[in-house]
């Protein structure tokens, strides 16, 4: 069996996905996910350019040696761009794998370790009251987990409370630019705990309460918050301060006991070596199209188990149904796995991307079908064009950059 072809197609049911399909020479493809948030074209244009010319007549069957090739062939190694590109076409040969076995991907990767995925969900709002609203709605529907985020009196709303900005954009400076939001550390401090004092009030102890600083905090600020939140026994404060610094996890570890997530940004294993061989983190929060595919979050997941440190990767709108998928095998197989965060998707992006993988009641499951569970509807996507769209920027009340 040879690679034969390599499409990349970019397109965008509510959100944008570049999506790889790599075909063979005996007719059996496979799909991989290599989105980048705001950078969908620029790994379009890697893989076009760089990543598909090189693969044809190799074997796809040789994941790890074409991840190696990949990945140590370009000289210029890592990245979010490089690593999506390989993250694309890794999935889509772990999926050309398993269906050549004629097996669902977790049987490849040692079975199963659990019989479900518990997943987290989002709540969040303009004010406190209408976040615990939120989350005794999201209790009902039989969740387990729930995230909480909500906006800081005085100012605009900001990204991950609900005011749809994570996809905005504007018109200026002759272009479509990023939309720009307003942080305050010293009035979010201060009113985190109380949003918690009163979900835990209303949830009880039964729920697992989650909360996203999303990199916004020095290590002693987050040292801070940490103690701050220990009354209400979160299960994670997930990306407290910015990930390139790991030493600086050093500094929250030793102020508080509350369980630390990050990673979503991570593109490599490297990136958590410092965080997980120092047992600085709880939750390694990184994705299969972020950090290099099953083969890569395996590798990192395997480091992780030794340390006690879990698994929990980013789930987003703006990682494809095909990367869910390929994470949810994972989850089901890994002895270390925490839990699985879920922003579900839309019935637009369900046409596109068919789904074997299933949600019920706060819980996933892979399915059973031979490969990852996920087919591409390439002439429904090509109704759906690429529209350009970015991740707001945040700036401070003086108008400078955030240090972060």
Not at 110 to 134: F, N, P, Q, T
Not at 174 to 180: D, R
């Amino acid at each position: 069996m040879k690679i034969k072809e390599i499409k990349v197609i970019v397109c965008s049911p509510g959100r944008n996905f570049t999506t790889v399909k790599v075909i063979t020479d005996e007719g059996v493809y496979g799909i991989g996910d290599g989105t980048v948030n705001g950078r969908e074209l620029s790994v379009a244009s890697y893989l076009e350019d760089h990543v598909a010319p090189a693969l044809i007549g190799m074997d796809p069957l040789r994941t790890e040696d074409i991840w190696q090739y990949l990945y140590k062939g370009a000289y210029w190694r890592r990245g979010p761009i490089t690593m999506a590109a390989i993250s694309a076409i890794d999935m889509a040969l772990w999926d050309i794998k398993a269906k050549v076995a004629g097996l669902p991907l977790y049987q490849l990767l040692g079975g199963r370790s659990r019989d479900k995925v518990m997943v987290y969900r989002h709540a969040s709002g303009l004010e406190i009251s209408e976040v615990v609203e939120g989350v005794l709605a999201i209790k009902e529907t039989g969740v387990e987990a729930i995230r909480a985020q909500v906006a800081i009196p005085g100012l605009p709303p900001i990204y991950g409370t609900g005011d749809s900005t994570d996809t905005a954009a504007l018109k200026g400076r002759g272009a479509i630019v990023p939309h720009e939001e307003v942080w305050a550390t010293h009035k979010y401090l201060p009113l985190v705990p109380k949003l918690f004092e009163k979900v835990r009030d209303a949830v009880g102890c039964d729920v697992h309460l989650l909360h996203d600083v999303h990199h916004r905090l020095t290590p002693i600020e987050a040292a801070r918050l940490g103690k701050d939140l220990e009354p209400y026994r979160l299960f994670w404060l997930e990306d407290a301060i910015p990930a390139e610094l790991q030493e600086g996890f050093r500094i929250i570890r030793q102020h508080t006991t509350q369980p630390l997530a990050v990673g979503e940004v991570f593109n490599s294993i490297y990136d958590t070596h410092t965080l997980i061989t120092e047992q600085l983190i709880d939750y390694a929060r990184v994705t299969s199209t972020h950090a290099g595919g099953v083969t890569g979050i395996k590798k990192i997941f395997d480091l992780a188990a030794i340390y006690h440190v879990k698994s929990a990767c980013h789930g987003p709108q703006d990682v494809s149904p095909i990367a869910m998928g390929c994470n949810i095998h994972v989850d089901v197989a890994i002895p270390n796995f925490g839990i699985q965060e879920f922003a579900s998707y839309t019935e637009q992006m369900f046409d596109v991307f068919k789904c074997a993988w299933s949600y019920d009641r706060g819980y996933l499951q892979p399915g059973e079908v031979p490969g990852h569970g996920v087919d591409f509807d390439e002439s429904l996507a090509a109704k759906y064009p690429y529209k350009q769209a970015y991740l707001p920027i945040a700036r401070l009340e003086d108008g400078a950059m955030t240090s972060w």
